[in-house]
């Protein structure tokens, strides 16, 4: 009778395990009872797991077939695009709408032309180095003196560039007459052929700017060394017998004015203590000389 019961109670557990592992699929094992394992259905139509194996080109996941090769999915819609510009026209430049296309005029080389002043109404330049501080011209000769202390021939060049820089930007700087009074500091560098050729530069620059003509003054006789006189007498020499001539550029001859040849010295009272800077009287023999050359001649 004994082991009747413990059949029945065997027989009792095991259907209480089948119906708690198909109605939950999991089930607990006790101290002394056995795990059984319910057998898996073979059959295809219950389980889809139990069919034929699977081609390596896929894989099962889930039930659900994957193929390794296949290509991922973007989520990400393309975004479409526009070409705001339209395509180059295959005509030639020269057949394009001349309505878009502004063509500046060709003016080549030229340069804009500057007003034109009537001659009455310019102005003589004077320029040069200290001694021209003391020049005054007549009312009859209106001019502009451009005093440079120290200067030399390669100062006036430069300032008479400034001058046509100025001229070529738009503000008139044209002269009737130049007055050009330079040398007497440069020979004071004891080399004659350079300053020969600046102060020829600086008169063929004075050229470009006056109307009429350029006038050079010629240095005045000095006291001193005798070597400095020799020097500013060969100066005066060469710009009166050679380089104005050849120029044709119009010399005031100052020497004869200011050198006594009797008593071969400067003639009294028109040098001031220092031997090279003109007193007021010999201020007053030079602006006269100057005049002298302004003044047109009368016609024959």
Same mark, same amino acid.
């Given at each position: 009778?004994?082991?009747?019961?413990?059949?029945?109670?065997?027989?009792?557990? #095991?259907?209480?395990?089948?119906?708690?592992?198909?109605?939950?699929?999991? &089930?607990?094992?006790?101290?002394?009872?056995?795990?059984?394992?319910?057998?898996?259905?073979?059959?295809?139509?219950?389980?889809?797991?139990? #069919?034929?194996?699977?081609?390596?080109? &896929?894989?099962?996941?889930?039930?659900?077939?994957?193929?390794?090769?296949?290509?991922?999915?973007?989520?990400?819609?393309?975004?479409?695009?526009?070409?705001?510009?339209?395509?180059?026209?295959?005509?030639?430049?020269?057949?394009?709408?001349?309505?878009?296309?502004?063509?500046?005029?060709?003016?080549?080389?030229?340069?804009?032309?500057?007003?034109?002043?009537?001659?009455?109404?310019?102005?003589?330049?004077?320029?040069?180095?200290?001694?021209?501080?003391?020049?005054?011209?007549?009312?009859? /000769?209106?001019?502009?003196? /451009?005093?440079?202390?120290?200067?030399?021939?390669?100062?006036?060049?430069?300032?008479?560039?400034?001058?046509?820089?100025?001229?070529?930007?738009?503000?008139?700087?044209?002269?009737?007459?130049?007055?050009? /009074?330079?040398?007497?500091?440069?020979?004071?560098?004891?080399?004659?052929?350079?300053?020969?050729?600046?102060?020829?530069?600086?008169?063929?620059?004075?050229?470009?700017?006056?109307?009429?003509?350029?006038?050079?003054?010629?240095?005045?006789?000095?006291?001193?060394?005798?070597?400095?006189?020799?020097?500013?007498?060969?100066?005066?020499?060469?710009?009166?017998?050679? &380089?104005?001539?050849? #120029?044709?550029?119009? &010399?005031?001859?100052?020497?004869?004015?200011?050198?006594?040849?009797?008593?071969?010295?400067?003639?009294?009272?028109?040098?001031?203590?220092?031997?090279?800077?003109?007193?007021?009287?010999?201020?007053?023999?030079?602006?006269?000389?100057?005049?002298?050359?302004?003044?047109?001649?009368?016609?024959?």
């Amino acid at each position: 009778s004994h082991c009747t019961r413990l059949t029945a109670r065997i027989a009792v557990l #095991q259907a209480q395990l089948q119906t708690q592992s198909l109605g939950k699929g999991n &089930f607990s094992v006790g101290k002394d009872e056995t795990a059984s394992v319910p057998p898996v259905s073979t059959d295809s139509s219950i389980n889809p797991l139990a #069919q034929s194996p699977q081609p390596d080109n &896929f894989l099962t996941v889930s039930g659900r077939k994957c193929c390794r090769n296949a290509q991922p999915v973007s989520l990400i819609q393309p975004t479409e695009t526009f070409n705001r510009f339209s395509p180059l026209s295959s005509r030639s430049e020269s057949e394009a709408d001349s309505s878009l296309v502004s063509t500046p005029p060709v003016t080549g080389s030229e340069t804009p032309k500057l007003p034109t002043i009537s001659s009455d109404k310019l102005k003589t330049l004077v320029i040069g180095d200290s001694i021209t501080r003391s020049i005054r011209l007549k009312a009859n /000769h209106p001019a502009i003196i /451009h005093c440079l202390p120290g200067g030399r021939a390669t100062d006036v060049k430069a300032n008479l560039k400034m001058v046509l820089a100025k001229a070529k930007t738009g503000e008139c700087r044209e002269y009737r007459d130049i007055v050009i /009074h330079v040398g007497t500091n440069d020979v004071r560098m004891k080399q004659s052929e350079i300053t020969k050729r600046n102060i020829a530069s600086a008169c063929i620059s004075a050229r470009k700017m006056c109307r009429h003509r350029v006038i050079v003054s010629g240095p005045l006789p000095v006291r001193g060394s005798d070597e400095l006189y020799s020097r500013v007498s060969q100066l005066n020499r060469w710009l009166k017998t050679v &380089f104005c001539p050849s #120029q044709k550029f119009e &010399f005031v001859d100052n020497w004869p004015s200011f050198w006594d040849s009797p008593t071969n010295r400067t003639k009294p009272d028109l040098l001031r203590s220092d031997g090279l800077h003109p007193s007021w009287r010999g201020a007053l023999i030079l602006s006269t000389n100057i005049d002298r050359a302004l003044t047109p001649l009368a016609p024959q």
